[in-house]
């Protein structure tokens, strides 16, 4: 008997690199350039798709975005409700971000729970100026009043249903797909 989850491809490598390049010129649009920008992928989906942003900005505008790598396993409201141990990874922001405009990136906007972790862990590293969230996919369903300032796509989903990214650097394939429960 097979377990695998009946699933549906909703956009492809071309898709995500469509989305990308819009968010990349959306976001040196509303910045006006990058000057005093950084860019802050949340581990481990954000990171790829922050790579990707900053190499697409970069080429752009013929210069060179910070890049830093945010763990926000320790920063989560829900670690202590979990019996699993939390897996830690790195953390890795060897800039100021005082008085930046921060992009922070991720795969998926879901509940908003991780976004206000993020948020939280940034403010360790310094005061920005501002905080400006890009994401590939907004599902909704949010329990924060949080939203992102870049959407690749938005993708109304049921609560039933898991959304995933899966992108060359992790898995082999760009896709993202949608999988029913439970």
């Known amino acids: 008997m097979s377990d695998q989850k009946n699933k549906k491809t909703v956009m492809d490598k071309e898709g995500i690199e469509r989305c990308l390049t819009r968010i990349a010129y959306e976001i040196l649009e509303k910045n006006k350039g990058m000057e005093n920008l950084v860019l802050v992928g949340i581990r481990t989906g954000g990171v790829f798709l922050a790579q990707r942003l900053q190499k697409k900005m970069s080429d752009i505008e013929q210069g060179k975005i910070p890049l830093g790598i945010l763990d926000v396993t320790l920063y989560r409201d829900d670690i202590t409700a979990s019996k699993k141990k939390p897996c830690l990874g790195e953390t890795k922001i060897n800039f100021s971000l005082d008085g930046k405009i921060v992009i922070l990136v991720d795969d998926v906007l879901f509940t908003g729970r991780t976004i206000r972790a993020a948020m939280d862990a940034?403010?360790?590293?310094?005061r920005p100026k501002m905080i400006q969230l890009a994401v590939l996919i907004d599902r909704g369903h949010r329990e924060l009043p949080i939203r992102a300032d870049?959407?690749?796509?938005?993708?109304?989903s049921s609560l039933?249903?898991?959304?995933?990214?899966?992108?060359?650097?992790k898995s082999g394939v760009d896709e993202v797909v949608i999988e029913e429960g439970p």
Not at 122 to 126: A, P, Q, R
Not at 160 to 169: G, K
């Open 160 to 169: 039933w249903e898991a959304v995933r990214v899966d992108l060359v650097e």
């Open 122 to 126: 940034l403010i360790d590293f310094g």
């Open 150 to 156: 870049f959407v690749g796509k938005n993708l109304p």
